[in-house]
């Protein structure tokens, strides 16, 4: 195995173990919700003016998923939708009470699985991080190449 199949797979390891671990406490208190559900709370409560368009191009889904999403997320009462009064056509979404509660438990479990991993992190040097951050985002601008050569709408 060469180096990039090396770098490759222990990408595709390291996501997998940290999502397993990471879902693993996100289901013991916000059990009620689905992943994509908690994303698109997280999405509508750091972003002002979030509608179905916006939601589906950030979690890379498809506008029909998002308003599945969106329409079991109004009848659990988590968000509700609102219009502009200059632009009666759109319908936005923002947290209600308890979406917010949603919201802050996600960012206190966030804050925990970073106090957890920390340990990890504290040993990396500033040179180590510039190098890794550079080669994500060569990857991620070359996947974003990809996606427009493919010319997929997402929506």
């Not at 003016?49 to 890379?60: G, I, M, P, Y």
């Not at 919201?103 to 990396?124: G, P, S, W, Y």
Request: glycine residues 2%; contains cysteine; proline residues 1%.
């Amino acid at each position: 195995m060469d180096k990039k199949d090396q770098v490759l797979l222990s990408v595709r390891e390291l996501f997998n173990k940290k999502s397993w671990l990471d879902k693993l406490k996100m289901e013991e208190q916000l059990n009620e919700y689905k992943p994509s559900e908690v994303h698109c709370i997280e999405f509508i409560g750091k972003n002002k003016d979030t509608n179905v368009t916006k939601l589906a191009e950030s979690l890379f889904m498809t506008r029909g998923a998002i308003s599945k999403i969106t329409k079991k997320l109004l009848k659990k009462g988590s968000i509700e939708s609102y219009q502009k009064a200059d632009n009666k056509k759109e319908i936005y979404f923002k947290l209600t009470e308890q979406g917010k509660v949603v919201f802050n438990t996600h960012e206190k479990l966030h804050q925990e699985i970073q106090a957890r991993d920390e340990a990890v992190f504290n040993q990396i040097t500033d040179k180590q991080y510039n190098a890794m951050l550079v080669f994500l985002e060569n990857y991620s601008h070359h996947l974003d190449k990809e996606i427009e050569k493919l010319n997929i709408d997402r929506k």
